[in-house]
């Protein structure tokens, strides 16, 4: 009987499971050979002669080979149509798409800059896992960082420092890894991406511990056992206590009676306290992702 039951319970803890993985979708995919020489400068209006060219070229793929992502960069000249920031924003996608996912279904991992000079704007859009190494969650905000980063440049005209720029920002956060409990939602779909085993993964909710930092339950756990024990021991203790009785000399008759010295040592014992390091505060928290041609984006903008 008792077999039984047991089985019964490994089924159901079986079928748990496999609702809970039905539940989550590999949507993400890193660079296919077909795409990677994509991974380039477009200077749509030959700002840049044929050795700037060749240079920054060469530091976008050096950021593309470090991270197994796709990156690219994107700029319209000063006498470009001053497009609208939301205009640039699509055609920043839909670039990424054209280069880098034109038949695939999946999230293409990457990001791809793009720099309007007209309006003095940037943006990164962000895809694939591309979204959590990027993060644009408020708690840490790394496409804004970047993008402050290049402001220095972008306001003294030097648009190749800024694009060399970009690029060692994105190798520099891919080294940092994702921030711990990064995630984006899709506010559309009311879709959660998260990584997990080094994909991105997607679901109706995120994880019941998805970010919770384990260091910190478990010290707590430990804390609040041992003073459960010690409360316990306490207790137990009070009600063990001798009563105060007369002394044994009462019942012991006084002739040819012989007594006897006895000590009872007591061993001393010491208690350490072991400060339990809960690990690092903060963490990646909630980014914002948006639809854009069948396909889930992440990133952000800013003026110079």
């Known amino acids: 009987m008792k077999?039984?039951?047991?089985?019964?319970?490994?089924?159901?803890?079986a079928v748990m499971v496999l609702a809970l993985l039905a539940l989550t979708v590999n949507v993400s995919a890193a660079r296919e050979e077909t795409y990677i020489p994509n991974c380039a400068l477009y200077d749509e209006d030959g700002?840049?002669?044929?050795?700037?060219?060749?240079?920054?070229?060469?530091?976008?793929?050096?950021?593309s080979d470090t991270t197994d992502m796709y990156v690219a960069v994107?700029?319209?000249?000063?006498?470009?149509?001053?497009y609208t920031d939301r205009a640039v924003e699509d055609m920043a996608k839909q670039k990424y798409l054209d280069l880098f996912q034109p038949k695939t279904p999946t999230d293409a991992d990457g990001a791809l800059l793009i720099l309007n000079l007209s309006t003095r704007y940037a943006y990164i859009a962000t895809s694939g896992i591309g979204q959590l190494y990027?993060?644009?969650?408020?708690?840490?905000?790394r496409v804004e960082d970047m993008i402050d980063n290049m402001k220095s440049d972008l306001r003294a005209e030097d648009y190749a420092g800024a694009v060399t720029q970009f690029c060692d920002d994105i190798i520099?956060?891919?080294?940092?890894?994702?921030?711990?409990g990064a995630y984006s939602k899709n506010d559309a779909t009311n879709e959660y991406y998260w990584e997990e085993n080094?994909?991105?993964?997607?679901?109706?909710?995120?994880?019941r511990f998805y970010g919770k930092n384990w260091n910190l339950v478990i010290g707590?756990?430990?804390?609040?056992?041992?003073?459960?024990?010690?409360?316990a021991g306490l207790c137990i203790r009070s009600r063990y206590k001798l009563v105060k009785s007369l002394s044994a000399t009462n019942?012991?008759?006084?002739?040819?009676?012989h007594f006897y010295e006895q000590n009872d040592l007591f061993i001393r014992t010491h208690t350490s306290k072991t400060h339990i390091d809960s690990g690092g505060s903060g963490g990646g928290g909630g980014g914002h992702s948006s639809s854009f041609g069948g396909h889930s984006f992440g990133g952000g903008g800013g003026h110079w």
């Open 3 to 13: 077999k039984t039951k047991l089985i019964r319970l490994f089924a159901s803890a």
């Open 47 to 63: 700002l840049f002669d044929e050795q700037q060219t060749d240079e920054l070229n060469a530091a976008i793929r050096s950021a």
């Open 74 to 82: 994107v700029i319209y000249g000063p006498d470009s149509p001053e």
């Open 134 to 141: 990027y993060s644009n969650a408020d708690s840490s905000n």
């Open 172 to 180: 520099k956060y891919y080294n940092a890894g994702i921030p711990h």
């Open 198 to 207: 080094g994909q991105l993964v997607s679901g109706p909710e995120l994880p």
């Open 220 to 231: 707590i756990s430990t804390a609040v056992g041992l003073l459960t024990a010690l409360i």
């Open 251 to 257: 019942y012991i008759s006084q002739q040819d009676t």
